[in-house]
Structure formats: structure tokens, C-alpha cells
């Protein structure tokens, strides 16, 4: 049986010692994913789609996620918002 493409999966959520969240991740749709963690004590986020796509640093402002954001909305102005 297909898996339901049309969901939104429950997120996981991994915490410290303390109960800080280190990571949220959640899948989405047929093999979508975007993940939110700290490494080395920076918030990054992954977004991608099975095992593809893009990483970037978003603890500062501006931030490469800010960058890779502002390159989407130049590439599909129809889709920015």
C-alpha cells in the first residue's frame, strides 16, 4: 500500500540533558523533510526531499539560510511571499 502523500508527520524532537531542544525535524508530504538543529552551538536547518538537499547556518542575521531564501524568492517570485 502507498504511503499517504498528502500528511504531515508527527515532528521528532531530541533534547539535551537539561531539556533544551538540540533538534526538531518533521517529514512532510511523499518524501519531504526539514530539519531545525544546533551544531556546535548554531541553530542550522536542512531542507530535502529522500536523501537530498540543502544545508545552512540560520543563527545570524544575515544568515546562509537568508541567502539560500532570497535566491528562491528571486528564482519563483510567483511563489515568494
Known amino acids: 500500500m ?13 533534547r539535551d540533558e537539561r531539556g533544551k531542544i538540540k533538534s526538531v525535524s518533521v517529514a512532510f508530504g511523499p518524501h519531504h523533510f526539514v530539519e531545525i538543529y ?7 536547518i536542512a531542507l530535502g526531499a ?16 537568508e ?7 528571486r528564482a519563483h517570485p510567483d511563489k515568494a511571499f
Request: hydrophobic share 35%; no cysteine; glycine share 4%.
Open 38 to 44: 544546533l551544531e556546535a552551538g548554531r541553530v542550522n
Open 50 to 65: 529522500t536523501h537530498h538537499g540543502v544545508r545552512a547556518d540560520a543563527a545570524d542575521v544575515p544568515s546562509d539560510f
Open 2 to 14: 502507498p504511503k499517504d502523500q498528502n500528511r504531515i508527520d508527527e515532528p521528532e524532537i531530541q
Open 67 to 73: 541567502a539560500l531564501v532570497e535566491e528562491l524568492k
